[in-house]
């Protein structure tokens, strides 16, 4: 009997540890997306050194959890993430509008696609 409470347990303790990843990782990817928004805004603005520094901030919340990223994500999904925050940078640094916004919005649907790789969800599951 001790054997299937424990069992029952670790199935539990496991399911805590997904769930509050999935939370988390959404938390954490709504920020960065927010950022990468705000960028783009005023990029359309052409305040190029804001959206520049919002982009940077993005990629530093980024960045301060890329050990925990890297442990809990496929390491595919991570590396696809950080080549498009440097392209996006480029797109930032050269001042092409259309090109910026394009690149963002592709870097902004990685984020929460990631996001949603992580949720707990029948389509998830199967």
Request: glycine share 2%.
């Amino acid at each position: 009997m001790r054997r299937l409470w424990l069992s029952l347990a670790l199935l539990v303790l496991i399911f805590a540890a997904t769930v509050g990843n999935s939370l988390y990782l959404k938390h954490l990817t709504g920020t960065i997306t927010d950022l990468l928004e705000k960028a783009q805004d005023q990029a359309m603005e052409e305040c190029w050194e804001e959206a520049d520094a919002l982009t940077h901030e993005a990629l530093r919340h980024w960045q301060d959890r890329e050990l925990y990223l890297y442990t809990t994500l496929r390491h595919a999904d991570t590396d696809e993430v950080y080549t498009s925050f440097r392209e996006v940078e480029g797109f930032l640094h050269t001042r092409e509008p259309q090109e910026y916004a394009a690149s963002n919005a592709r870097l902004i649907a990685r984020l929460e696609l990631v996001a949603s790789m992580e949720q707990f969800s029948l389509q998830n599951l199967l």
